[in-house]
């Protein structure tokens, strides 16, 4: 009986120790997103700055409800899996990969198991990142944006109307690059014009290919390349020397010395993959998330450039830019 009074005081105490004294709750962890970006140029900056912007639209703040580890590869291929092998071994909750080389290293490093958003991918099926654009059926979705490519052929046959010519580089190990350089090429071709392909494996050839391309070609254009558009400068320098005009397929590559472009902006292509990184963390499942893509456009014009090359904006062309795109003074 004794015995039976003091274990029922222990008891008691214990019980009141623990109701003056509750047990904390475990502090509640924040999501960490892994951000992949394949190097640094004014394009794939863009995406950053818009993926960030569309987890704060949907309520995550970096810093304060959310982690981003961001990871830039300077175009370097073992660093990007370097990278990716690192997100999935801290265990993020989500990677986001920006352009076509972060996405694929992501995708191999998660094995099909971490959630990725891709962004700024220009053919996630063709680079064998989904089965499909409407179902992708994996772990991937995202953003694409690919380029409005009727519309940037008409923009440089009516600035250049005496082209016979037309030259495209791309880079030789960019999916996204080259796939947009083909297409824009057959569609040049189908219109009657002829069409001369370059390719730079790296931007340290850009100087001697770009010199060997403007001797042979009427105008030039620019696709959604990595490369080209990290050497923009470069293209732009050379082109003018011999008054070629160059239409790129960014606004940013515009703003880096290309004349004209019809563009979609990169920011939005980052914003939405940004909202769509959110809403997969609050739930929703990559399989059945359509890629999404950004399509509306508009013209994007470098007044400087146009005076080097002496070259006249149609006034349409001009109104638009200034009405709803972009004029770079």
């Known amino acids: 009986m004794i015995g039976f009074i003091a274990a029922l005081v222990v008891f008691l105490g214990f019980a009141f120790f623990y109701t003056q004294h509750p047990k904390k709750p475990a502090a509640k962890q924040i999501p960490v997103i892994g951000l992949l970006q394949l190097q640094s140029h004014p394009a794939l900056d863009e995406i950053h700055q818009g993926f960030i ?16 580890d961001f990871q830039n590869a300077q175009a370097d291929q073992s660093n990007l899996k370097t990278m990716s092998t690192k997100f999935i071994n801290e265990k993020a909750d ?31 099926k063709g680079a064998k990142l989904v089965k499909s654009d409407k179902r992708p059926g994996t772990n991937v979705t995202g953003t694409s944006g690919e380029s409005p490519l009727p519309k940037l052929l008409s923009l440089l046959r009516e600035l250049v109307p005496t082209a016979k010519t037309i030259g495209v ?30 390719t730079i494996s790296n931007t340290n050839d850009m100087q001697q290919v770009a010199q060997k391309m403007v001797s042979e070609v009427d105008a030039i254009y620019a696709p959604q390349d990595n490369g080209v558009a990290s ?27 290309g004349l004209a472009s019809y563009a979609i902006k990169q920011f939005d292509l980052g914003k939405v993959a940004g909202q769509m990184a959110a809403r997969v963390l609050n739930g929703r499942s990559t399989k059945t998330y359509p890629v999404a893509y950004v399509l509306k456009g508009n013209y994007v014009i470098n007044e400087k450039e146009a005076k080097i090359l002496s070259v006249k904006i149609p006034e349409h062309i001009m109104k638009d830019a200034e009405t709803k795109g972009e004029i770079f003074k």
């Open 53 to 68: 912007a569309g987890l704060k639209s949907e309520g995550y703040t970096p810093g304060k409800n959310i982690k981003v």
């Open 94 to 124: 989500l990677i986001g990969a920006i352009a076509t080389p972060s996405a694929q290293a992501a995708a191999n490093a998660a094995k099909g198991k971490t959630p990725i958003i891709i962004a700024g991918v220009t053919d996630p």
């Open 169 to 198: 580089i791309y880079t030789s190990s960019d999916h996204g690059g080259e796939y947009n350089a083909k297409k824009f090429q057959a569609l040049a071709i189908k219109s009657g014009v002829k069409v001369k392909m370059y």
């Open 231 to 257: 050497a923009m400068k470069t293209l732009t320098n050379v082109a003018n020397k011999e008054k070629k005009v160059i239409v790129a397929s960014a606004d940013t590559m515009v703003k880096d010395g």
